[in-house]
């Protein structure tokens, strides 16, 4: 698997130093496909747990609602403990389901850096050395940390619900 | 919010009051404005602040690393890059924590001051609830900074190879490497990412953990205050309040579990960035002013020297010939200073090396290495070492035009803005070593030391060299040292020593020592 990532750029010789060429959007989206069916195991796992967990964590405001129903027509004290059972459970459920989604999305997206920065530094190695040279080689350090570690905090913290309450 | 949404639920659905009911909506809708701006606010402080202390904490780093002496590491200058690139970073988000953390805090005493307002004993107990599932998280703090620290050293590892690979490119090339380096890279990056997994699997376990706490929080609470509220203890409002707050609890109480998480991270990169900053220097820095005078080395014991003296005076060009590379070496290193002596002394002006100022030595003494480095993208900018080359004015352009005739640049001297790829990689060996020989001779210092100037270059190339360069150092009460064995190099020195054996073993002219046949076979291969 090749991550080809070229696509010709005009623009790019015209200011001053020369830079590698920017792939457009739909090939960038192409090879992100790629990358991603290479792993499809993993990201559907990660999409189901995502899931999942999302629906453990909604499952508590709407048993909150319940209770609110229960006390509103004063209910029984049993049915109260059956309630406060359930959101136990589901704040269970939430806290596996999430730790389950967080390790398999963030699993995906390290996976898929580690495929694409040896694609990108195979690449490198293999193309026109003057062509590297002349836009500098730090422009393409796949390996650079930032890069990685920086790709892996994104895919591993989307961004938080916030309570609405 | 969630008190507000109480209070409009007693007030106004509770008492169908629509005039009560609309001032709620927009007393509603202003807190959240309110809400939103403020964080908007906080962020743009918070960013602002992260960025330029990383910013320092970087500069800070590269003056550590390129300054002075150095620093004593084992670290490879990928590690190095990483950690002044991203660590600082990652270290400089500690402010950000200090900011949620303070925040969070507030949160909770306030959620904790309204519960104990609508009924003593929920409030009691979240208050004594909420510590200890936090301590509880914090036990996990430990494990998480572990492995990220672990993951940290491999991503510097990995990026390591690649700067090393892509450094390397053309001679890589050259003798069919790129296999053999692709393979290599993709180890580290495997091992790389083995430590990433480890690493996500402690922090997933963690944000897993802290999920299920909240959660437990949130159904407890919900037991009591559900109990109260059948009872008729609280009203329905104050019920919707209490959990309502219980969620909402699980913000503050995540921000504290998630600010401990990390700090972990913070930590582990802080002390990557505070090894560099406090790493001790590579050799000891001297306060002593340098001094005009002559270079001295005594008794110099070293790997590759045993015992070696020898004196420059000023006005001196004196020329030092071995056929050993590690007397060669071995003196480079001891007047650069990346070496001491085991015993003797190397000293200028009378001080020794040691113990001069390094930025005051440096104005004084320049040691012009084999290895040649080019920072900048066109000749003039690598000509430029900071004092400007000053290029019309009169006194400025002759010293350049001097010096770019001495090192025999020709025809790239022609044009200085001629543009250079990465590191000057598009000239040839030769062209490399006379734009590095023309950078030394501008900068023009006093104490002038060149090690092998003229191996890549030809014959006749050679010859005009050794004519331009001792015609220009030959003025006044300079000294150069040109460890070389360069025929029509040390035929040009007004004195030349002959070192075999870790010692002086014959001074003299390169002609008088022509006669020697050792010196003979040395210079004349």
């Not at chain 2, 490879?76 to 900011?99: F, M, V």
């Not at chain 2, 107990?125 to 900074?145: F, H, K, S, W, Y």
């Not at chain 2, 990026?159 to 490119?169: I, P, Q, R, V």
């Not at chain 2, 380096?181 to 953990?209: D, E, I, N, Q």
Request: charged content about 20%; aromatic content about 4%.
């Amino acid at each position: 698997m090749t991550a080809t990532v070229q696509v010709p750029t005009d623009e790019a010789e015209e200011r001053g130093r020369p830079t590698l060429p920017i792939a457009s959007g739909r090939e960038t989206g192409r090879v992100f496909w790629r990358l991603i069916l290479g792993n499809r195991w993993l990201a559907a796992g990660s999409v189901l747990a995502s899931i999942a967990a999302s629906v453990a964590a909604v499952l508590v405001p709407i048993l909150l609602g319940r209770v609110v129903d229960l006390v509103v027509d004063q209910g029984s004290s049993s049915d109260l403990v059956r309630l406060v059972a359930a959101i136990a459970v589901a704040g269970l459920c939430a806290g596996v389901l999430t730790a389950v989604s967080r390790y398999l999305v963030s699993r995906l997206g390290a996976e898929v850096c580690a495929d694409l920065r040896e694609d990108v530094m195979e690449k490198a190695l293999r193309m026109d050395s003057a062509r590297l040279e002349a836009a500098g080689a730090a422009t393409l350090r796949p390996g650079s940390p930032r890069t990685s570690i920086g790709s892996r905090r994104r895919f591993a913290s989307p961004p938080t619900s916030s309570q609405p309450w | 919010m969630p008190v507000a949404i109480g209070t409009v639920i007693d007030r106004a659905v509770a008492t169908s009051d629509l005039s009560a009911m609309a001032v709620s909506v927009i007393a509603v809708f202003g807190l959240f404005l309110v809400l939103t701006m403020a964080w908007r606010t906080g962020f743009w402080f918070l960013s602002r602040g992260t960025y330029e202390e990383a910013h320092l904490m970087r500069m800070e780093a590269v003056r550590r690393i390129l300054t002075g002496a150095g620093i004593q590491t084992d670290r490879q200058t990928g590690e190095l890059l990483s950690i002044t690139a991203s660590d600082s970073l990652a270290a400089a988000e500690l402010i950000q924590l200090g900011a949620r953390a303070a925040a969070a805090l507030v949160g909770l005493a306030v959620t904790a001051g309204i519960l104990l307002r609508i009924d003593w004993s929920l409030g009691l107990g979240l208050m004594l609830g909420i510590p200890i599932l936090v301590l509880g998280l914090n036990a996990l703090g430990p494990i998480v900074e572990r492995r990220t620290a672990a993951q940290q050293q491999a991503a510097g590892l990995a990026a390591a190879t690649a700067s090393d690979l892509l450094a390397g490119l053309r001679p890589l090339r050259g003798f069919g490497g790129v296999t053999e380096g692709v393979r290599r890279y993709h180890t580290t990056s495997r091992t790389s990412l083995g430590a990433t997994m480890g690493a996500m699997k402690a922090s997933a376990t963690f944000v897993g953990a802290s999920t299920f706490t909240t959660g437990l929080l949130v159904a407890v609470v919900t037991a009591f205050s559900g109990w109260y509220a059948l009872q008729g203890r609280i009203t329905i409002g104050e019920l919707i309040t209490i959990v309502g707050l219980a969620a909402f609890l699980s913000d503050p109480v995540l921000g504290l579990a998630d600010c401990v998480f990390q700090l972990a991270i913070s930590r582990a990169s802080a002390a990557r960035v505070a090894e560099i900053i406090e790493a001790p220097p590579r050799a000891e820095i001297g306060s002593e002013p340098a001094r005009p005078g002559a270079l001295v080395l005594r008794d110099v014991v070293s790997p590759g020297l045993d015992g070696l003296c020898l004196e420059v005076s000023p006005g001196e060009l004196v020329g030092v010939a071995s056929s050993s590379i590690p007397a060669a070496d071995a003196l480079t290193e001891l007047l650069t200073g990346e070496r001491h002596p085991h015993s003797g002394s190397v000293s200028l002006g009378g001080t020794d090396l040691a113990e001069i100022d390094h930025g005051s030595l440096r104005q004084r003494m320049l040691i012009e290495p084999h290895a040649v480095h080019l920072f900048g993208d066109t000749i003039g900018a690598v000509l430029d070492t900071g004092e400007g080359l000053d290029a019309g004015e009169g006194s400025g352009s002759e010293r350049v035009t001097a010096a770019v005739r001495a090192a025999a640049l020709g025809e790239l001297a022609d044009n200085l803005d001629h543009e250079l790829l990465d590191h000057g990689s598009n000239l040839s060996g030769g062209q490399r070593q006379r734009v590095a020989l023309a950078r030394a001779l501008l900068a023009d210092r006093p104490v002038l030391v060149l090690r092998d100037p003229t191996t890549a270059v030809d014959a006749v190339t050679e010859q005009s060299i050794a004519h331009g360069l001792t015609d220009l150092r030959c003025g006044g009460d300079q000294i150069t040292v040109v460890i070389s064995t360069s025929p029509p190099l040390l035929a040009r020195c007004s004195r030349v020593v002959f070192v075999e054996h870790g010692r002086v073993v014959a001074t003299g002219t390169h002609t008088e020592l022509l006669t020697r046949s050792d010196y003979a076979e040395a210079v004349l291969r």
